[in-house]
């Protein structure tokens, strides 16, 4: 099983500043299929980037992904007060796919 | 409107079943790989199970492996999820979500609400 360790566990920032998340595999994961989610409290989590880089219909050119092999990065350009939450990656190239234990990114 | 809906859910004692369903809208249902996702309350998230368009390839994580039984009726548009011999630890929120594309594997772009399962004696 690859398991995702994700960095920090909680990002403290200001609205306008730049968050960069990291998420690192146990192993390569296969085909870059990895995923970035966005999760609010009492929400459901929301796909933001999939197979590594490639950005989900309605998110915003803010977010983006990127990497290879082992090491994994969601970059959020310019924060936004909505985009403070709970962000996961997963891993969905290997069986069982598999989820990092996420990084709060709360307001400074 | 693309839509999923989770039901079933609720308190149940240990050793005991529960069945879950979700309920597809406003896709191709019958397209797509669906898979069951839970997050225990303040944890993170934990793939469970997917199964494929036709219910050919099936998979379970191996902490429900030999206890859930994931199925779906694409006649009905729906999801289900039978879970017997449940345990504490099975304690979790349960979302149902929809992988992007058609194939097996895949990020998740449409997730259910969530249906709460509590196992407590």
């Known amino acids: 099983e690859i398991v995702l360790t994700q960095s920090p566990g909680t990002l403290s920032l200001s609205p306008g500043e730049r968050a960069t998340l990291s998420c690192r595999a146990s192993q390569s994961v296969s085909s870059n299929y990895l995923a970035w989610y966005q999760q609010k409290p009492g929400q459901a989590p929301r796909l933001l980037i999939y197979g590594t880089s490639s950005r989900a219909t309605g998110i915003p050119d803010r977010f983006s992904g990127s990497g290879s092999g082992t090491d994994f990065t969601l970059t959020i350009s310019r924060l936004e007060p909505e985009d403070f939450a709970v962000y996961y990656c997963q891993q969905y190239g290997s069986s069982p796919q598999t989820f990092g234990q996420g990084t709060k990114v709360e307001i400074k | 409107e693309v839509q999923l809906v989770e039901s079933g859910g609720g308190l149940v004692q240990p050793g005991r079943s529960l069945r879950l369903s979700c309920a597809a809208s406003g896709f191709s249902f019958h397209d797509y790989a669906m898979h069951w996702v839970r997050q225990a309350p303040g944890k993170g998230l934990e793939w469970v199970s997917g199964i494929s368009w036709n219910g050919g390839s099936i998979d379970y994580a191996d902490s429900v492996k030999g206890r859930f039984t994931i199925s779906r009726d694409n006649a009905k548009n729906s999801l289900y999820l039978q879970m017997n011999s449940l345990r504490p630890e099975d304690t979790a929120f349960y979302y149902c979500?929809?992988?992007?594309?058609?194939?097996?594997?895949?990020?998740?772009?449409?997730w259910g609400q969530g249906t709460m399962v509590t196992v407590s004696s």
């Open positions: 979500a929809k992988v992007i594309v058609t194939t097996w594997s895949g990020a998740f772009n449409i």
